[in-house]
């Protein structure tokens, strides 16, 4: 089974307009951690936004939200009022266990595109 | 703090060359992991390095090597390069452990094979 699933290839927004992008998860760990990451045309991963398994709030970056339903196993990325800028792909990565290094489960990425 | 840095940035070889790729992490950051991106399979975890260990290991052939120094800088090998070893190579750096979860990525070697 697929450790993180991002179910939209593409999305488009309006400029200023919010948007979710999806990301479900599935792990039978207790603690891990969910991650979403932009990777723009030039190919870095920029970090947005960190949720702890057991966070009890959602995490919040500036104009980043990770709306966290445990229950449900996802971390759904909120983006408020949309750049132009914010044109790019993004993965939701997970990593799983407490201390145990740097490998992260990613998902296939979801390509979003802010329409001026 | 300067980022992850990875040389070279791009990179053409021939089928049968072996290749050496660079990761300096960011200052103070003791663990160090590989990524390979392709169009196909998207992002997929080949080792991770801490304190010159190697600590985790993904399903790739014993091609795919990597160490890493007393400075925390690593390197990763590949050796026979195939056609299919064209990828996005991405390394990132993460502290682990101290408060600070998200690992920082470079911007990648773009491995071209022909």
């Known amino acids: 089974a697929q450790k993180i699933t991002q179910t939209q290839p593409g999305m488009f927004v309006q400029e200023k307009e919010a948007v979710t992008l999806d990301c479900t998860y599935d792990?039978?760990?207790?603690?891990?951690?969910l991650f979403w990451y932009k990777q723009p045309s030039s190919g870095e991963m920029i970090f947005l936004i960190y949720?702890?398994?057991?966070?009890?709030q959602n995490a919040t970056e500036g104009r980043y939200s990770l709306n966290f339903q445990k229950a449900r196993k996802s971390a759904n990325l909120v983006i408020s009022a949309s750049q132009l800028g914010d044109s790019a792909m993004y993965f939701c990565?997970?990593?799983?266990?407490?201390?145990?290094?740097?490998?992260?489960?990613f998902g296939t990425g979801t390509s979003l595109t802010v329409i001026p | 703090k300067a980022g992850v840095t990875q040389t070279p940035r791009y990179l053409i070889k021939t089928r049968g060359q072996q290749v050496t790729l660079s990761c300096s992490p960011i200052?103070?950051?003791?663990?160090v992991s590989w990524y390979q991106q392709t169009p196909g399979q998207g992002l997929q975890f080949l080792f991770e390095?801490?304190?010159?260990?190697?600590?985790n290991k993904g399903n790739f052939p014993g091609r795919f090597s990597g160490r890493q120094f007393s400075n925390s800088r690593s390197e990763m090998n590949v050796s026979t390069l195939e056609l299919g070893d064209s990828a996005l190579y991405l390394c990132?750096?993460?502290?682990?452990?101290?408060?600070?979860?998200?690992?920082?990525f470079g911007q990648g070697t773009r491995l071209t094979v022909v």
């Open positions: 949720q702890g398994s057991y966070d009890q």
């Open positions: 990565a997970m990593r799983e266990g407490h201390d145990t290094g740097n490998q992260f489960y």
């Open positions: 792990t039978s760990d207790p603690s891990y951690g």
């Open positions: 390095y801490f304190s010159e260990t190697q600590r």
């Open positions: 990132a750096s993460s502290q682990v452990g101290q408060g600070e979860p998200e690992a920082f």
């Open positions: 200052s103070g950051h003791r663990s």
